[in-house]
Structure formats: structure tokens, C-alpha cells
């Protein structure tokens, strides 16, 4: 580290002075364990010791206390950015060790924060837990009237957002609520108190905030106002966090657009020659310390402007890297970040052994936003536009674009260097290019988004250069499995299943689809077969599915003219397509079925995307011999004789599985899902519910099938059908791109 430096001017000034004269001279001290170049190595390096410093020396708040959520906002956008699982685990499990519920006073701003953390992580999981408390909370205080004034008496801030950082707090929170329900209460609550607040604190003849009402009439020592330097930066970065959740045509988007604009050139104006912002804005002379936490907020919404073309890159990038490398100055050896303001409401000394965990939260966050800038600037860019033409919110929904539109719209893109941005949310999305026809050439690229109801979101497509973004583990699986008598398996984020193989043909089996119910997100296939042991649950999952010889969950068969069931045998060979990240395809050739004078075979492909409980099927028959009569089923597995669906329409057909309720392991919902156009009927015989696929053996045939457990998705017999109206809905409503 660096000895403390003093400026030139001040040293030449102290030339001859007592000890005693010496002690009154201010001391900025800073370290070297970082390098401040703006490359991706060195941001990596740097904010990854500064989170890890972080997490290995936790704060002594709880963790839904607002002063923990400002540093769950900072490392949730760590973890996007760098793909890496232990934060993503990190962040999962103070979510889950809090139960996902909010700060117990529920009208109270702060205590709203960590609704952020909770739906961040419901964004990707779907898991109805994630979101209810948050969801209560917050549907409780829209439904309050909010007709008080502001003015900072009888505990105000217990019930309105009366103080500028509550912006940070509160707000957000709502915005996220509506891209996860897509229920517009809650972002069009959010627009009202944002504007009665900004109204009330925000001066527009300074462009700043004032802390709260008490402050109206603060002076600081040299006469100016008194504006709070991380108050103004929990309005500005606030801002940010709220425009990623709303849509472009919202109708008070530019009003928020404008403020944020009007903010920056103020704030910019303001910086100081070594990169900081002083605690106090506007007296920068009584507080001499390059404040961390305000400077990194102040960054962050800086870099968040320029990467989503709403600030000049000319104008404010190179604020945005003066205030770096003050930042990166201010990190200890060790990964502490120093200079951080304790709590407070008002500007406060500071020095460089003081640090606070949403100080952290801020320089991530701008970490992030640096590194999304490095990867855009050596990137090729074009626009595309997706639409959720239906009135349902659609999460982690899979895209699907023609690669002529793709090549057209960006002729430098390839395989290897295709990239997605959401630029509403900033993220970089994981892609998967596939070639439908195996003709060795791409046909399309595929991505995965969420959708509010009827929103057209925009997309940069990406032609990536030497930089590129980081992803999260590929949580697809498709693969044989001879170490276990040759299974097949498969799975997604959400459900896993298997078929048999050759090796347990001579045990009689057949060719049934099994379900294997994951409770958790991330990959399970691989460890349970490693370990063998995943008939009861080990805290991820289990198999508890009863598959037989029959034809389990959406397995395929046929019926002979008298309605007898043969079910297919083990597949006899396989060959794997994709294999992820947004979606997983493989092909089974089964051997013949005798049915009568008809020899049957059968070759079956099986597609399955991120995000869903369901597969989807398509197979082809070559028939020898007359097969007058004999159709084609997919089938349910029934444990009591001619049980009839839990679930029916037109579109689906569900059966409520009662194999592990006995074990106390819940239900396992499984179904079948029609293509669009094709009217569903289903036929009972003693151990099936079946849906006939086709009358014609010489024509291909195609359905949807799946599993839900009711243990891990909150599904329960009377909601079942209620989720398959929504899996229906899905499949046959793909989102529309241009």
C-alpha cells in the first residue's frame, strides 16, 4: 500500500511547520492493491475481492434491514454479470433464511427493499414463495390512500416515502412487482408517490434533492444548501432500478427519463478533479474525503445512462472513469472498501477505515455497468423487437428468431460471437444458435426473456469482439446413461425425466417415460446417478414416480381396431441434438412393435426448453404389414382402474398422482398438452388416461407432455388445471419477433 499522500500545493505549504501545525492537515490516503485500468480482468479482480471481503465479514444488521438490501442490489447485479453460482447460492440462501419476507414494519420504505432480493430471485425461479410475502406487503400498502402531507412529523416515514432515499428503498421494488405479476397496480401506485415525493424534495432550480423537510432550510458552512451526496445518489441509482422494470410506452417514462437527465448534468458539474463526490454536494471544502458511496452511485447511474443510450458516452464517460479509479483507489488490500459514510441523513466526515455494506452495493453495481460497456463497445449491434401478444405476464420465456433475420439485421454475426441484451433490464441473455434441418447450417437463435402482458420489448442482437459476457452453468442435460443400464436422461431448471435402454430389455421393461421431481433449480441428473441414491429426498428432489410397463408420464403407444394398448419397447438407439443452454434435443429410434400383421417402428424426437415442466414430441412410423385400425396414443399412467383427468379442456388432459403421497412427498401432476389446432380427446382404459394422436400411421405426430410437483411449485389439485390453462397457453402463443 501507499504511504498516505498529501497534494503538492499542501506539502510545499507545510514546509517548516510544527507537529503540532501538521496534525490540522487533512490526509488522503488511498491504496495501490488494484489497478484502475478499465479492462474486464482488472474490474473482475477488483470487485470480485470487494465482494468477497463482503461476505466473509458480514454486517451486523438483519439481513432484510434496508442497509443489507442496498448490498443484495449490488451483488445481484455482481452475480448477473459474472455468471458465477456461489454469489447466485449466496443470495439464494439469505433470501430463503428470511422466509422472502420483507422488514416487519410494512409501511415503511426501507424495509421494502429486500423485496428486490426476493424478486430477484422469483424472476428466475418461478417459486410461488419467492413472491407472496413481498407480494402481500406491497399490495397492502398500494391499497393505502397516501393522502398525507410530507412534512417530517408523527413519524411520517412509517407511511409515506417522505425521505429521498426511500426512493431507493420502496419504489424499485414495486417496479419488479409488476414485471413478475404483470399486474399494472402496482408500477402505475409506484408512479404516483414517486412524483408526490419528487414533487416535495426535489428542487428544481438546483436539480438536487433535499434529504426531507427538516432540511429545506439547512445551510452548509460556506451558506449553500445542505444536499446529502449518497441521499441525491439513492435518488439516482432509484431511477435506474425503476426504469428497468418499466416499459418504453409507459405513459410517465419520459418524465423519469428527463429528472434522471437533469440530475446527471448537475451531478456531473459537481465531480471534482480526482474523480469523488464530497459528502456534502455543494460543500465540498468542509468534507474532504472522496466519499465511496455517493461517487459510486453517482458512477453507476452515469454508465447505466451511456449503456442504455440515454446519456452521452462523450459527455459522461469519462466522469465515469475518474470516479473509477478514485473507487478502485479506495479499496484496502484486502478487498474492504473504504470512505464509506456511516449510516445517516446528512453529510458526515469520513475516512478511509470506514466502510458499510451499501457503499459495496453501489461499486458493484457500477462494476457491472462497466463491464457491460467494455462488451458493447467492441460489439457489432442491431435491434430487434419481441411481443407478448397475450394478456398473460410470460416469464423466462423462450424467443425464437430466424437466422436470416438475424444475418440480415447483423451480417457480421456467427455461431461463436452471437450475443442478446435485454435493454430494458441490461442483461446479457444466454443464446443457443440451432440448426433444425442438420444441413450444418444455422436456421435459428434462441434466448429466453420475460414478458409483461402485451409488451414489445426491444433486444440488441450482438456481434461480440474480443470482450464478451459471462454466463451462468448450463442447467440443461440430455444424455445416455450407461453406467445405469443405459438410461436416457433429461432435464431442465424446472423437471427431470428418463426413458430406458437396451440394457434392461431383457428385465422386461418398457419404453415409459419416468419423472424425476427436482426441488430445486440447478442440475440434478448427474449427482443423483453418481450417487445412487434418489428414492427418498435428499433436500433436491427425488424419484418416487411408479413407471411399470406402462406408459408413465406422456409416454407413447398404440391401440390395436379393438382398442387393446401395446406399449413401445426400450429405445434401441439415441443421438443427442442440443444440448442447451435455452433448450435440449435428442432422438430415440425404437425397434418394432408387433401388432397383428403390422411391424411398427417408431423414431421419436424430444425437444424441452428452459423454464418449463413441459417436452415436447414428435415422432415418425415406418410400418410393415397391414395397420388398418392401429393408432397412435400418448398415455398417462393411472393407479386406480379408469380414473378419469384431474384436469381437461380442449388443450390439455392432467392426472393428479397420488404415487408418493403416502411418503408425504406431495402429488405429482402430470399431462399431456396439444399442439395448437388440434382438438384434444382422451380415451380411459385400466391403468391409462390416452389421448389418440392420429388415425394415419404414414403421418408424423407431435404433442406436449410434463410433470408438476406439487411439494416444490405450490400447485395443489384444485389450482392444477388453473396451471395447465397457463402451460397451454404458453406453448401454442409463442412471442412474436420482428
Same mark, same amino acid.
Given at each position: 500500500?501507499?504511504?498516505?499522500?498529501?497534494?503538492?500545493?499542501?506539502?510545499?505549504?507545510?514546509?517548516?511547520?510544527?507537529?503540532?501545525?501538521?496534525?490540522?492537515?487533512?490526509?488522503?490516503?488511498?491504496?495501490?492493491?488494484? &489497478?484502475?485500468?478499465?479492462?474486464?480482468?482488472?474490474?473482475?479482480?477488483? @470487485?470480485?475481492?470487494?465482494?468477497?471481503?463482503?461476505?466473509?465479514?458480514?454486517?451486523?444488521?438483519?439481513?432484510?434491514?434496508?442497509?443489507?438490501?442496498?448490498?443484495?442490489?449490488?451483488?445481484?447485479?455482481?452475480?448477473?454479470?459474472?455468471?458465477?453460482?456461489?454469489?447466485?447460492?449466496?443470495?439464494?440462501?439469505?433470501?430463503?433464511?428470511?422466509?422472502?419476507?420483507?422488514?416487519?414494519? /410494512?409501511?415503511?420504505?426501507?424495509?421494502?427493499?429486500?423485496?428486490?432480493?426476493?424478486?430477484?430471485?422469483?424472476?428466475?425461479?418461478?417459486?410461488?414463495?419467492?413472491?407472496?410475502?413481498?407480494?402481500? $406487503?406491497?399490495?397492502?400498502?398500494?391499497? *393505502?390512500?397516501?393522502?398525507?402531507?410530507?412534512?417530517?412529523?408523527?413519524?411520517?416515514?412509517?407511511?409515506?416515502?417522505?425521505?429521498?432515499?426511500?426512493?431507493?428503498?420502496?419504489?424499485? @421494488?414495486?417496479?419488479?412487482?409488476?414485471?413478475?405479476?404483470?399486474?399494472?397496480?402496482?408500477?402505475?401506485?409506484?408512479?404516483?408517490?414517486?412524483?408526490? @415525493?419528487?414533487?416535495?424534495?426535489?428542487?428544481?432550480?438546483?436539480?438536487?434533492?433535499?434529504?426531507?423537510?427538516?432540511?429545506?432550510?439547512?445551510?452548509?458552512?460556506?451558506?449553500?444548501?445542505?444536499?446529502?451526496?449518497?441521499?441525491?445518489?439513492?435518488?439516482?441509482?432509484?431511477?435506474?432500478?425503476?426504469?428497468?422494470?418499466?416499459?418504453?410506452?409507459?405513459?410517465?417514462?419520459?418524465?423519469?427519463?428527463?429528472?434522471?437527465?437533469?440530475?446527471?448534468?448537475?451531478?456531473?458539474?459537481?465531480?471534482?478533479?480526482?474523480?469523488?463526490?464530497?459528502? %456534502?454536494?455543494?460543500?465540498?471544502?468542509?468534507?474532504? #474525503?472522496?466519499?465511496? %458511496?455517493?461517487?459510486?452511485?453517482?458512477?453507476?447511474?452515469?454508465?447505466?445512462?451511456?449503456?442504455?443510450?440515454?446519456?452521452? !458516452?462523450?459527455?459522461?464517460?469519462?466522469?465515469?472513469?475518474?470516479?473509477?479509479? *478514485?473507487?478502485?483507489?479506495?479499496?484496502?488490500?484486502?478487498?474492504?472498501?473504504?470512505?464509506?459514510?456511516?449510516?445517516?441523513?446528512?453529510?458526515? /466526515?469520513?475516512?478511509?477505515?470506514?466502510?458499510?455494506?451499501?457503499?459495496?452495493?453501489?461499486?458493484?453495481?457500477?462494476?457491472?455497468?462497466?463491464?457491460?460497456?467494455?462488451?458493447?463497445?467492441?460489439?457489432?449491434?442491431?435491434?430487434?423487437?419481441?411481443?407478448?401478444?397475450?394478456?398473460?405476464? *410470460?416469464?423466462?420465456?423462450?424467443?425464437?428468431?430466424?437466422?436470416?433475420?438475424?444475418?440480415?439485421?447483423?451480417?457480421?454475426?456467427?455461431?461463436?460471437?452471437?450475443?442478446?441484451?435485454?435493454?430494458?433490464?441490461?442483461?446479457?441473455?444466454?443464446?443457443?444458435?440451432?440448426?433444425?434441418?442438420?444441413?450444418?447450417?444455422?436456421?435459428?437463435?434462441?434466448?429466453?426473456?420475460?414478458?409483461?402482458?402485451?409488451?414489445?420489448?426491444?433486444?440488441?442482437?450482438?456481434?461480440?469482439?474480443?470482450?464478451?459476457?459471462?454466463?451462468?452453468?448450463?442447467?440443461?442435460?440430455?444424455?445416455?446413461?450407461?453406467?445405469?443400464?443405459?438410461?436416457?436422461?433429461?432435464?431442465?431448471?424446472?423437471?427431470?425425466?428418463?426413458?430406458?435402454?437396451?440394457?434392461?430389455?431383457?428385465?422386461?421393461?418398457?419404453?415409459?417415460?419416468?419423472?424425476? @421431481?427436482? %426441488?430445486?433449480?440447478?442440475?440434478?441428473?448427474?449427482?443423483?446417478?453418481?450417487?445412487?441414491?434418489?428414492?427418498?429426498?435428499?433436500?433436491?428432489?427425488?424419484?418416487?414416480?411408479?413407471?411399470? %410397463?406402462?406408459?408413465?408420464?406422456?409416454?407413447?403407444?398404440?391401440?390395436?381396431?379393438?382398442?387393446?394398448?401395446?406399449?413401445?419397447?426400450?429405445? !434401441?438407439?439415441?443421438?443427442?441434438?442440443?444440448?442447451?443452454?435455452?433448450?435440449?434435443?435428442?432422438?430415440?429410434?425404437?425397434?418394432?412393435?408387433?401388432?397383428?400383421?403390422?411391424?411398427?417402428? !417408431?423414431?421419436?424426437?424430444?425437444?424441452?426448453?428452459?423454464?418449463?415442466? #413441459?417436452?415436447?414430441? &414428435?415422432? *415418425?412410423?415406418?410400418?410393415?404389414?397391414?395397420?388398418?385400425?392401429?393408432?397412435?396414443?400418448?398415455?398417462?399412467?393411472?393407479?386406480?382402474?379408469?380414473?378419469?383427468?384431474?384436469?381437461?379442456?380442449?388443450?390439455?388432459?392432467?392426472?393428479?398422482?397420488?404415487?408418493?403421497?403416502?411418503?408425504?412427498?406431495?402429488?405429482?401432476?402430470?399431462?399431456?398438452?396439444?399442439?395448437?389446432?388440434?382438438?384434444?380427446?382422451?380415451?380411459?382404459?385400466?391403468?391409462?388416461?390416452?389421448?389418440?394422436?392420429?388415425?394415419?400411421?404414414?403421418?408424423?405426430?407431435?404433442?406436449?407432455?410434463?410433470?408438476?410437483?406439487?411439494?416444490? !411449485?405450490?400447485?395443489?389439485?384444485?389450482?392444477?388445471?388453473?396451471?395447465?390453462?397457463?402451460?397451454?397457453?404458453? $406453448?401454442?402463443?409463442?412471442? #412474436?419477433?420482428?
Amino acid at each position: 500500500m501507499k504511504l498516505p499522500y498529501i497534494a503538492l500545493a499542501v506539502v510545499q505549504f507545510c514546509v517548516g511547520l510544527q507537529a503540532s501545525d501538521l496534525a490540522v492537515i487533512k490526509v488522503i490516503q488511498e491504496s495501490d492493491a488494484f &489497478s484502475p485500468t478499465q479492462d474486464l480482468a482488472s474490474i473482475d479482480k477488483v @470487485t470480485r475481492a470487494v465482494a468477497d471481503w463482503q461476505i466473509a465479514n458480514p454486517y451486523k444488521q438483519p439481513d432484510w434491514d434496508w442497509t443489507e438490501a442496498a448490498l443484495w442490489t449490488g451483488l445481484t447485479a455482481h452475480a448477473d454479470i459474472t455468471g458465477d453460482k456461489k454469489y447466485e447460492d449466496y443470495l439464494k440462501n439469505i433470501s430463503a433464511g428470511i422466509e422472502f419476507k420483507l422488514g416487519p414494519r /410494512k409501511g415503511f420504505g426501507d424495509d421494502h427493499c429486500v423485496g428486490q432480493l426476493h424478486l430477484w430471485n422469483y424472476l428466475r425461479d418461478e417459486k410461488s414463495q419467492q413472491l407472496t410475502a413481498t407480494y402481500d $406487503v406491497m399490495s397492502d400498502y398500494v391499497n *393505502r390512500p397516501h393522502d398525507e402531507d410530507l412534512l417530517w412529523v408523527n413519524q411520517i416515514s412509517m407511511r409515506e416515502w417522505a425521505w429521498c432515499d426511500a426512493l431507493y428503498m420502496s419504489p424499485p @421494488t414495486l417496479a419488479a412487482l409488476y414485471s413478475a405479476t404483470g399486474e399494472d397496480r402496482f408500477l402505475d401506485a409506484m408512479d404516483g408517490l414517486w412524483w408526490k @415525493t419528487t414533487d416535495y424534495l426535489y428542487n428544481t432550480e438546483e436539480d438536487l434533492f433535499f434529504r426531507d423537510s427538516r432540511y429545506f432550510k439547512s445551510k452548509e458552512d460556506n451558506g449553500a444548501n445542505m444536499y446529502w451526496s449518497r441521499g441525491n445518489g439513492w435518488v439516482f441509482a432509484g431511477l435506474c432500478h425503476v426504469m428497468q422494470h418499466m416499459p418504453d410506452d409507459y405513459p410517465s417514462r419520459p418524465k423519469y427519463v428527463a429528472l434522471f437527465k437533469e440530475m446527471a448534468a448537475k451531478l456531473k458539474s459537481l465531480q471534482l478533479a480526482d474523480g469523488s463526490w464530497r459528502a %456534502s454536494l455543494l460543500d465540498p471544502d468542509s468534507y474532504t #474525503a472522496p466519499e465511496s %458511496s455517493g461517487t459510486a452511485f453517482f458512477a453507476y447511474g452515469f454508465m447505466w445512462g451511456v449503456n442504455n443510450g440515454i446519456l452521452s !458516452e462523450e459527455e459522461y464517460q469519462p466522469s465515469v472513469m475518474r470516479a473509477w479509479r *478514485r473507487l478502485v483507489k479506495n479499496v484496502h488490500g484486502d478487498g474492504k472498501l473504504g470512505y464509506v459514510q456511516p449510516i445517516g441523513e446528512n453529510p458526515k /466526515k469520513v475516512n478511509f477505515d470506514m466502510t458499510a455494506v451499501y457503499g459495496v452495493g453501489g461499486f458493484l453495481q457500477l462494476g457491472c455497468e462497466l463491464r457491460t460497456y467494455l462488451i458493447l463497445q467492441g460489439s457489432q449491434q442491431a435491434s430487434i423487437s419481441a411481443t407478448n401478444a397475450s394478456s398473460r405476464v *410470460r416469464l423466462n420465456e423462450v424467443v425464437t428468431v430466424s437466422w436470416d433475420v438475424v444475418s440480415n439485421k447483423l451480417p457480421m454475426a456467427n455461431v461463436t460471437n452471437i450475443g442478446v441484451r435485454d435493454t430494458v433490464r441490461g442483461h446479457f441473455l444466454p443464446v443457443q444458435v440451432v440448426d433444425e434441418d442438420r444441413d450444418g447450417k444455422p436456421d435459428a437463435l434462441l434466448f429466453s426473456s420475460d414478458f409483461t402482458p402485451n409488451e414489445k420489448r426491444k433486444f440488441q442482437l450482438l456481434a461480440f469482439g474480443e470482450n464478451r459476457p459471462s454466463y451462468g452453468e448450463n442447467q440443461l442435460t440430455a444424455r445416455f446413461v450407461p453406467e445405469r443400464k443405459d438410461d436416457f436422461a433429461w432435464e431442465n431448471d424446472r423437471v427431470a425425466f428418463r426413458v430406458y435402454g437396451p440394457a434392461l430389455a431383457a428385465e422386461n421393461a418398457r419404453g415409459g417415460v419416468d419423472v424425476w @421431481t427436482k %426441488s430445486v433449480r440447478t442440475p440434478v441428473v448427474n449427482t443423483w446417478y453418481k450417487n445412487d441414491d434418489y428414492h427418498s429426498d435428499n433436500g433436491t428432489g427425488l424419484d418416487g414416480y411408479k413407471v411399470g %410397463s406402462g406408459l408413465g408420464c406422456g409416454g407413447l403407444g398404440y391401440l390395436d381396431a379393438s382398442g387393446k394398448l401395446f406399449t413401445s419397447p426400450v429405445f !434401441e438407439s439415441y443421438k443427442v441434438l442440443e444440448s442447451g443452454p435455452v433448450r435440449l434435443k435428442f432422438e430415440l429410434k425404437y425397434g418394432a412393435v408387433e401388432i397383428g400383421e403390422a411391424k411398427i417402428t !417408431e423414431k421419436r424426437t424430444i425437444t424441452m426448453n428452459a423454464g418449463s415442466h #413441459a417436452f415436447h414430441v &414428435s415422432s *415418425r412410423f415406418s410400418v410393415e404389414g397391414d395397420s388398418k385400425g392401429i393408432r397412435p396414443v400418448a398415455g398417462l399412467a393411472v393407479r386406480k382402474p379408469k380414473s378419469k383427468p384431474a384436469a381437461f379442456s380442449g388443450s390439455f388432459l392432467g392426472y393428479w398422482d397420488p404415487v408418493m403421497s403416502d411418503g408425504g412427498n406431495g402429488h405429482i401432476g402430470t399431462f399431456i398438452l396439444s399442439q395448437k389446432g388440434a382438438p384434444l380427446n382422451y380415451k380411459t382404459n385400466k391403468n391409462h388416461i390416452l389421448k389418440v394422436l392420429s388415425t394415419n400411421l404414414n403421418k408424423p405426430v407431435g404433442y406436449h407432455a410434463g410433470a408438476i410437483w406439487s411439494k416444490a !411449485e405450490s400447485v395443489e389439485k384444485k389450482s392444477f388445471d388453473n396451471s395447465l390453462y397457463e402451460l397451454s397457453h404458453i $406453448v401454442t402463443n409463442p412471442i #412474436a419477433v420482428k
